[in-house]
Structure formats: C-alpha cells, structure tokens
C-alpha cells in the first residue's frame, strides 16, 4: 500500500493541538453513533429475523473498530463546504423511513440491500485505517475493489440505499436517494481534489479509470 506523500495545499491542512482535539472529539461521537445504530439493528436483526438487519448491523460494527483505530492525518481539508458535504452525504440516508411495497419489488430490493452490504463490509475491510469522513490523506488503497472503480465503498452504499428505495418504494425515500447521491458526488470531487495533489494518485487515477460505476462515472 503506497503513502501518499506529495505536498497539499493550505486547504488541506489541519494542524495543532486544537485541531486534534477536534479530531478526537469527532471520532468519539461517531462512535457512540454508530454503536447506537448497531444495537438498533442487531435488536431488530434478532426479533424480527431479519437479514437485511443483520448486514446493516455488521456495517456499524466495523464502523466502530474503524473509528477507534483509523489513521490520523494532517492533511485533512479545512474547506467548510468540504465539510457539508461530507456530513450531508454520509449521514442524510439516516432520515430514511420504512414503507410498504410489497411483491418481488421489495424482494428484489432487499436482496440488492444484501448485495451491497457485502460490498460495504468487503471495502471497509479492504480500507481499514485509512477511513475517513471529511476530504483527507490517510494513504492510497489500490488493492481489493479499488482495483475497478476508484471509490467502492460510495458505490456499494449507493447500491445498498437504492436496494432500500426499491424495498421500501415512497416518493420521500426516492427524494433522499437523488439527495444524497448529488452530496457524495460533491464528496468524491472534494476528496480526490485533496489526494490529486500527489503523483501516486494520479498514477491510479489513470489505471483505474471509474470513480463510481464502471463504463459511467
């Protein structure tokens, strides 16, 4: 796994004791957050034997092992705008809601949920103490499923959320499903503007051509 080593622009910079507390603080919370989520799912996976619940519960598990051991860095982006979109993207798919839609529609939707949790835990897995929230350098990750798109961990939760719109067909889910794709899009831009300015990515860049959805984007 190579490190990014280039230099970064002001924007990308976040040093001194206040920063760091910033970052302790912010992992903190995510970490109470996510465990809260863990044990609504598994509480729910357990009473009402639901698979998809036990997928979703597994997601926030590893989520709770990634924040407490990620790797720090310097060279997280100091752009408020950065910042919005990291929260709005990550964590606007959290105001989705239940509903009935019944038939092989809500089959096949829960069935995608499942395929794209697995692609979520696999790409967690693959990622490891590199995770991050905001725009960052933590090291490049080459191996795994970063082999074919650039982004998977994006793309296998876009699979997941469309998986749960399909299972769960309502005008509001579908509203924040076209939301939150348009937010991590904005992330995607803000984090390889960051990472671009290394060669390393920009050499991965290039052998590896799809951001998000192979022969799309």
């Not at 230099?7 to 970052?23: D, E, F, K, Q």
């Not at 092992?65 to 979109?85: A, K, M, Q």
């Not at 790409?123 to 350098?137: D, E």
Request: with cysteine; proline share 4%; net charge positive.
């Amino acid at each position: 796994m190579p490190e990014l080593i280039g230099g970064v622009g002001p924007a990308a910079r976040t040093r001194g004791p206040w920063t760091r507390r910033l970052s302790y603080a912010q992992d903190a919370s995510l970490v109470c957050l996510s465990a809260l989520f863990f044990y609504v799912h598994a509480t729910h996976a357990v009473e009402a034997r639901s698979i998809g619940n036990v997928f979703f519960a597994l997601e926030q598990g590893l989520l709770v092992g990634v924040f407490l051991t990620r790797r720090r860095t310097d060279t997280t982006s100091t752009r408020p705008w950065d910042w919005f979109v990291a929260t709005i993207g990550g964590w606007l798919s959290l105001a989705m809601r239940p509903h009935e839609s019944g038939g092989s529609l809500e089959l096949f939707g829960t069935g995608l949920q499942v395929v794209g949790l697995t692609c979520v835990i696999v790409s967690f897995v693959t990622l490891g103490k590199s995770f991050g929230i905001v725009a960052a350098n933590r090291g490049l990750k080459v191996g795994g499923p970063y082999r074919f798109v650039r982004h998977p961990i994006y793309m296998s939760h876009s699979m997941t959320l469309i998986g749960f719109t399909l299972a769960n067909l309502w005008w509001y889910n579908a509203l924040v499903l076209v939301l939150v794709t348009v937010f991590q899009v904005l992330r995607i831009q803000a984090e390889e503007r960051v990472l671009a300015a290394t060669s390393d990515y920009e050499s991965y860049r290039r052998s590896v051509r799809w951001r998000l959805v192979p022969g799309l984007y």
